[in-house]
């Protein structure tokens, strides 16, 4: 599935791997795929938004009919993510950001420096919010109900709040992959404006937001997935061969 998610779709679409569907959304419209006989097979459409010119991120399913979505930079309020009801045509807003606008000349430029990603656990008990530029994630239960709220400390950009210049913000996460087990963090801790360098960090919590394992890597991660059965993380990655390469990792927990 992560191979065919990497292959198939429109231009431009967000993808979504759920348990055993992928979901494609542009301009506001989600097509669902199964995989079926190594080819993907849509079952199913629905719109989660009004028409937008563009991309909105990733999509997931919390329940039947029921998807959420995170905020982004001009959605209007000041809510971390969004849960529609397909059926009702309902959108409900949830989760308060670390902090109010204020310190910024638009709400755009807030939300710019705020971005975060959004992964729903397999089990649809919880799902995690994770800041690329604040070292901090915050795990919901279904309903949307705040369980933690969890700063990670560490020696590099280690502020509270996001700065306001671009060039003083640190990259800390990237790709999130979530099980029901795990939350797998990809933490290169890069100043923004410098030149990637061949290292990065994957860090493992539980749904509890307790930090179980860091892995230090010599090579800089573009993209991994998890597979717990045989303990082993697959990516792609670049390293002091100058070149892209295929890695695998076995995982010690």
Not at 41 to 51: G, L, R, Y
Not at 190 to 198: D, N, T, Y
């Amino acid at each position: 599935m992560h191979l065919i998610n990497r292959q198939q779709g429109p231009e431009g679409a967000s993808r979504t791997i759920g348990e055993s569907e992928l979901y494609i959304e542009k301009q506001g419209k989600v097509d669902v795929y199964k995989l079926e006989n190594d080819s993907l097979v849509q079952t199913s459409s629905f719109a989660i938004a009004n028409k937008v010119p563009y991309s909105i991120g990733t999509v997931q399913e919390l329940r039947p009919d029921v998807y959420i979505y995170p905020d982004i930079y001009d959605f209007p309020g000041m809510r971390e993510f969004h849960i529609m009801d397909t059926n009702k045509r309902q959108c409900t807003s949830k989760g308060t950001y670390p902090e109010d606008d204020k310190r910024f000349k638009r709400r755009e430029d807030f939300k710019g420096a705020y971005m975060h990603s959004l992964q729903v656990k397999p089990d649809k008990s919880a799902f995690v919010v994770v800041y690329s530029q604040l070292r901090r994630i915050r795990i919901y239960d279904k309903e949307g109900e705040l369980c933690h709220d969890i700063f990670l400390e560490n020696e590099v950009g280690n502020y509270k709040v996001v700065p306001q210049k671009p060039s003083e913000r640190y990259w800390h996460f990237g790709q999130s992959v979530v099980t029901d087990n795990y939350i797998y963090l990809l933490n290169p801790d890069k100043l923004g404006i410098a030149a990637a360098k061949p290292r990065c960090n994957i860090l493992v919590l539980d749904w509890d937001g307790n930090l179980v394992a860091r892995y230090k890597l010599n090579v800089w991660v573009y993209d991994f997935f998890v597979d717990e059965v045989n303990n082993i993380i697959f990516g792609s990655c670049w390293g002091n061969l100058k070149k892209d390469v295929f890695f695998s990792l076995n995982l010690l927990m």
